[in-house]
Every structure is written in structure tokens, then in C-alpha cells.
């Protein structure tokens, strides 16, 4: 992406909470990194790591709230299943295929697999970070996304900040790269223009009742509300009514459909509320997504009771300008 397209993406951003950036990766990039999670999927064992499933529904808060592979993957490379891909016993059922069977991959793709770490430092996410004001930003997690073909679930109404807080303000910024093309049938996102505005709804924490007391029956990770009065709170962790296509709630409610070619970024504010829709398609749509956050040198502090947390004393790789190869190369 040209310099001269950067510039006042910042007004634009500001203003609707969201950027779509066509053309910001090559057609080779995006080979390149859908080419490398094939080669990690075959080196990987399902029956060896038991992943488990991973759901933005209902049962979040009892699927990723007691998940010590969940909890340890911040920093590795960790497989989560679609849902209903594993029989009771843990283990994929006959029908499903590795490839097939996987809802994403995380959370640290950025930190220990080079295919994924020369696009996650590449100078364009660098240059757009930085027009985008930000003084000290620091990567904390990387996702690679399935949706898969006909499979592939919806993910709810969320904002990004609820997952990566940060104070004393929210400073979260997604950055969803579209590795296939993205449309109305086979799950693209959805966005509520504005609504970056609200403040955040909730928050997904480490239980104290667990980690801090000891309480060994209690779940690792909760929800907390912390806006109960906004109208958006109704549909929080769910999908408005009438969201099913052709999505006459969704529009009522504000959203809008962001439909993205191959190598198109979509750039998120942590409090936007945004979702996708199941995937009624034959046609894949991986993505490959990062979220960074204001690290420390300007002024901002990562919550300790986020669900995210790098081993002891080891911080978040930088993307300020000058100092990410350098942290990149270190890790």
C-alpha cells in the first residue's frame, strides 16, 4: 500500500471505527501464509492435543473459561475446533478432516512462526499503525480464522476490547487481513458504524474466585458486565433478531456488510460492535487477524486479569517503528 494512501485514513477511522483497506496484501502474501498454516495443520496430532472447541455463543464462558489449552496458548501455536467436529470422546469423528474440522488457530502465530511474522512486522502494518496514532503499540495476539465451507459458525456481537482491555483507556486495534475473499454468502464481517463511540459492554476476565482464592470448582474465566444500560447489551454475545440473511435486523440495528476481495484489510477499533454470519457457502474464508494494543511508553498498562498473559517478565513484541525487527528477531 502507497504512503500517499495512508494519509487521512486517521479522520475516516475516527469517525465510523473501521477502515477497509483494499489491496493491502499481495495475492503471493496471502498464498504464502494460507500455504504455511496447511504445512502446521499436517504436522498436527488432534488426538495428541484434544484441542477443544471454540464458540462465541452461549457457552463461551464454559468452553474458554476452563480451558487450561485455551489459557496457554497465548504465546504458541494452539488448534481450536469447529463446532461439532469432536465426538464426546474428544476426539474428530470419522467423517472430518483435519482441514476441515479447525474454527481457528492461535494465538501466537505472530511470535514463533516466521511465514506469519513477516507480515505481523511488515513495514505497511507498521506505517499504518503509526498514522493511525499510535506512539508505543505492542502485539499481543495473532489469529488464522476458518469459517469453514458450510460449516463454518457465526461469530456474535462483540467488541474487541471486552477480550483485550487495556488502562487506563481501551486502545485495541484489530487488523482482519482477508486471505480469501469474504461476501454476504460465506461470512463476512459486519460492522455498526459509530458504535466505537459506546463504551464497552463487557469484560472477559480471569476469575479471582478461582486464580486469587483458590476455588478450584469455579470457572478460570468470566464475563463482567460493565455497561448493562446500552441497547446493544441485549444482542451482546448473540446476534440481533433478524440477522439471518437477508439480514433486515442487522440493517435495521445499523450494521453494514464489509465484503472484501482477496488481500483487503478491514482495521477495527476495540469498541466497535461487529459479527459475521455462518458460512452457508461452498467457498472458504480464511483470514488471518492481529490485535495489537498502547504499550507502557505511552502511559497504557495491559489488565492483569486479562485471559492473555505472556510468561513472567516477557513483554508484548513492538511495532513502534525501529524497535519491531529488532523485537521480532529477539523472540
Not at 478450584?216 to 440473511?245: C, Q, R
Request: glycine share 8%; net charge negative; with cysteine.
Amino acid at each position: 500500500m502507497a504512503e500517499a494512501d495512508l494519509k487521512g485514513l486517521r479522520a475516516r477511522f475516527e469517525q465510523d471505527g473501521y477502515l477497509h483497506l483494499k489491496g493491502f496484501s499481495s495475492l503471493e502474501e496471502c498464498d504464502k501464509m494460507q500455504q504455511r498454516m496447511q504445512d502446521l495443520i499436517a504436522k498436527w496430532d488432534p488426538e495428541e492435543t484434544m484441542a477443544p472447541v471454540f464458540t462465541t455463543d452461549g457457552n463461551q464462558q464454559k468452553q474458554q473459561g476452563n480451558s487450561d489449552y485455551f489459557l496457554d496458548s497465548a504465546d504458541r501455536i494452539h488448534f481450536f475446533l469447529e463446532k461439532d467436529a469432536a465426538g464426546e470422546d474428544g476426539k474428530l469423528k470419522p467423517e472430518v478432516s483435519k482441514l476441515r474440522s479447525l474454527n481457528k488457530v492461535g494465538h501466537g502465530l505472530h511470535v514463533v512462526d516466521d511465514a506469519f511474522r513477516e507480515y505481523s512486522y511488515s513495514s505497511k502494518v507498521v506505517d499504518l499503525v503509526q498514522e493511525l496514532g499510535y506512539t508505543d503499540p505492542v502485539l499481543p495476539q495473532s489469529m488464522y480464522i476458518f469459517k469453514q465451507p458450510n460449516i463454518g459458525g457465526e461469530v456474535t456481537s462483540h467488541q474487541d476490547s471486552c477480550f483485550l482491555h487495556t488502562t487506563p483507556r481501551e486502545t485495541c486495534l484489530g487488523l482482519w487481513l482477508a486471505l480469501d475473499a469474504a461476501t454476504l454468502t460465506n461470512g463476512c464481517l459486519w460492522a455498526r458504524p459509530g458504535s466505537h463511540k459506546e463504551p464497552v459492554r463487557r469484560l472477559f476476565l480471569r476469575n479471582p474466585q478461582y486464580f486469587e482464592e483458590g476455588d478450584k470448582t469455579a470457572h478460570k474465566m468470566i464475563f463482567e458486565k460493565v455497561d448493562i444500560e446500552s441497547e446493544a447489551m441485549s444482542w451482546e454475545g448473540k446476534l440481533p433478531p433478524g440477522s439471518e440473511p437477508p439480514s433486515k435486523g442487522l440493517q435495521d440495528k445499523g450494521f453494514v456488510p464489509l465484503e472484501c476481495a482477496r488481500g483487503d484489510l478491514v482495521v477495527i477499533h476495540g469498541q466497535i460492535d461487529h459479527l459475521s454470519l455462518a458460512n452457508s457457502s461452498d467457498a472458504p474464508r480464511e483470514t488471518y487477524q492481529l490485535h495489537l494494543i498502547e504499550g507502557p511508553q505511552a502511559g497504557v498498562s495491559w489488565g492483569h486479569r486479562n485471559w492473555l498473559q505472556y510468561p513472567v517478565s516477557r513483554p508484548f513484541p513492538s511495532l513502534a517503528p525501529g524497535r519491531c525487527k529488532r523485537k521480532a528477531d529477539e523472540l
